[in-house]
């Protein structure tokens, strides 16, 4: 069963600064199954990036995704307010949609 | 633009069956584009894919629930449904429709619904 493993847990930083948050998958996945979801308090989740590092509609620019592999990475150049949330990182695998435990970043 | 909505009994007894339907808007379920997903989330923690469906009726569902869901889809309502048998209180959870995309290069959830709260107890 693939595994993925996000890190930190909690990212504490302040506006203007830059996220780097960790996706780990247990085995090796193909780039096309990744993908990165935001979610706020209250509200459904959110497609940011799909096949490791195409933004979705409507994504800006600050947000991009990179990896291959085993790991993977999501960035956030500058933190806006608004960008505070959690984010979860998703793969495809032979057992279906498996999502990482989610990484918490709130402000400094 | 496309909007998903969940329906159904936000209060379940132990060992009922859950059922939850999932309307769309502003776009066909039939399209030969998409498939049409249920993912949850308990109180406080991370996200748990359950089961999508193609319009045909063919359905995928996650190994670990395989035994107790159901998902099936009524084109001429433009809806699909859930059903989760013998649920207990770890069933309590945020339960969210979605549309999936599964192409080469893409393969996510890109619209969601609002989501519902179903709390099972008796």
């Known amino acids: 069963e693939l595994v993925l493993t996000q890190s930190p847990g909690t990212l504490s930083l302040s506006p203007g600064e830059r996220a780097t948050l960790s996706c780990r998958a247990s085995?090796?996945?193909?780039?096309?199954?990744l993908a990165w979801y935001q979610q706020k308090p209250g509200q459904a989740p959110r497609l940011l990036i799909y096949?490791?590092?195409d933004r979705a509609t409507g994504i800006p620019a600050r947000f991009s995704g990179s990896g291959s592999g085993t790991d993977f990475t999501l960035t956030i150049s500058r933190l806006e307010p608004e960008d505070f949330a959690v984010y979860y990182c998703q793969q495809y695998g032979s057992s279906g949609y498996t999502f990482g435990q989610g990484t918490k970043l709130d402000i400094k | 633009q496309l909007q998903l909505q969940e329906s159904g009994p936000r209060l379940v007894k132990p060992s009922e069956t859950l059922s939850l339907a999932c309307t769309v808007s502003g776009g066909s379920i039939s399209s030969s584009d998409y498939y049409w997903g249920w993912i949850r989330q308990p109180p406080g923690k991370g996200l748990e894919w359950i089961a999508y469906?193609?319009?045909?009726?063919?359905?995928y569902y996650n190994p670990s629930l395989m035994s107790r869901v159901t998902m099936s889809v009524d084109t001429s309502k433009n809806q699909f449904s859930l059903k989760l048998s013998s649920v207990t209180a770890a069933d309590t959870a945020v339960y969210y429709c979605a549309r999936l995309i599964r192409h080469v290069h893409q393969d996510a959830f890109d619209i969601w619904g609002q989501g519902t709260m179903v709390t099972v107890s008796s």
């Open positions: 096949n490791a590092s």
């Open positions: 469906i193609f319009y045909t009726g063919s359905t």
């Open positions: 085995q090796s996945v193909s780039r096309s199954f």
